[in-house]
C-alpha cells in the first residue's frame, strides 16, 4: 500500500521576488484549542482536566474560571474548589462520560446516567443533564417510581411525576415505611388519598355492573373491620 505524501512545496531555490505572499490564517473560533489544564480540589483528592472540557459543558466552571484571579487552577497548591454536595464518585462518573461514555451511551449503567443528573445539575452542565433525562426516560421502566419522583422534585423534571405516581396509586402494595420516610409526609398523604380514591371508584363500577345501583359509603362503617384494620397497620394487640 503506498505511503501518504504531503502536498509539493515551493522549491528553495524560488526567489524572493517570485514567491506567492504569505497568506495570514485566522485561528479558527471553536476548534483552534489551547491545551490549557485546570487543577480542580474534589473532597480530598487532586485533578487536572482540559479547561476546554470544563468550559465548554459546564456554566460553573465558566464562571469560576472566568471571575478568579489568574492563579486559580494552575497549581497543586491554588485548586478550583468543587460545591461540596459534589462528591469525588459522582465526579469520577460525570469526567468518564465526558472524556469516554459520551461516544457509547450505552456503556453506561441506569446507576451512572442518576449520578450524572445529579452532578450535571449542580455544576450547571446543561447539555448533560438534558442527556441525562432523556436517556433515564427512555429507561423509565426500570427506574422505581419512589426515585424517579424524588428525583423529578430535586431536578425540576415535571413530565416523570405523573406516571411515577399512578404507578403507586395502582399497584396492590401499599407504602412501606421506608418509602414513606424517603417520599414524606405530604407526597404520602396524597397517594393514599389518591389510592382511597381509586379503590372507591373501582367498586362503584363493580356495583353499578352487577346490581344496576351505584355503591353509597355507609355513614359508619363495621366497627369490627375498622378495629382489625388499625391492628393489622399498627400491630397492635387487642381491639381499637
Known amino acids: 500500500m503506498p505511503r501518504p505524501r504531503l502536498p509539493a512545496t515551493k522549491s528553495s531555490s524560488v526567489t524572493t521576488e517570485t514567491a506567492e505572499p504569505r497568506v495570514e490564517c485566522k485561528k479558527h473560533p471553536v476548534f483552534y484549542m489551547q491545551e490549557a489544564m485546570v487543577v480542580l480540589r474534589v473532597q480530598e483528592s487532586l485533578y487536572k482536566i482540559h479547561r476546554y472540557l ?26 478550583v474548589p468543587l460545591p461540596p454536595d459534589v462528591t469525588q464518585e459522582a465526579f469520577d462518573c460525570l469526567l468518564n462520560f465526558l472524556y469516554h461514555g459520551i461516544y457509547d451511551p450505552t456503556s453506561m449503567s441506569l446507576g451512572d446516567w442518576t449520578t450524572i443528573l445529579r452532578v450535571s445539575t449542580h455544576l ?17 421502566s426500570s427506574l422505581p417510581a419512589i426515585d424517579a419522583i424524588i428525583l423529578a422534585k430535586e431536578h425540576d423534571i415535571p413530565s416523570w411525576l405523573g406516571p411515577a405516581y399512578a404507578e403507586l396509586v395502582r399497584r396492590l402494595d401499599p407504602l412501606s415505611d421506608e418509602e414513606a420516610e424517603r417520599l414524606g409526609a405530604r407526597i404520602v398523604a396524597q397517594v393514599a388519598r389518591a389510592r382511597e380514591k381509586l379503590r372507591e371508584e373501582e367498586y ?37
Open 54 to 79: 470544563l468550559e465548554h459543558h459546564s456554566d460553573y466552571f465558566r464562571t469560576v474560571l472566568a471571575e478568579g484571579d489568574d492563579s486559580l487552577g494552575r497549581s497543586d497548591e491554588r485548586p
Open 124 to 140: 450547571q452542565c446543561t447539555t448533560v443533564r438534558r442527556y441525562a433525562i432523556r436517556e433515564l426516560t427512555a429507561r423509565r
Open 204 to 240: 362503584a363500577q363493580f356495583q353499578q355492573r352487577r346490581y344496576g345501583a351505584k355503591y353509597v359509603l355507609p355513614e359508619r362503617p363495621d366497627e369490627q373491620l375498622v378495629a382489625r384494620a388499625v391492628n393489622d397497620v399498627f400491630c397492635l394487640s387487642g381491639s381499637a
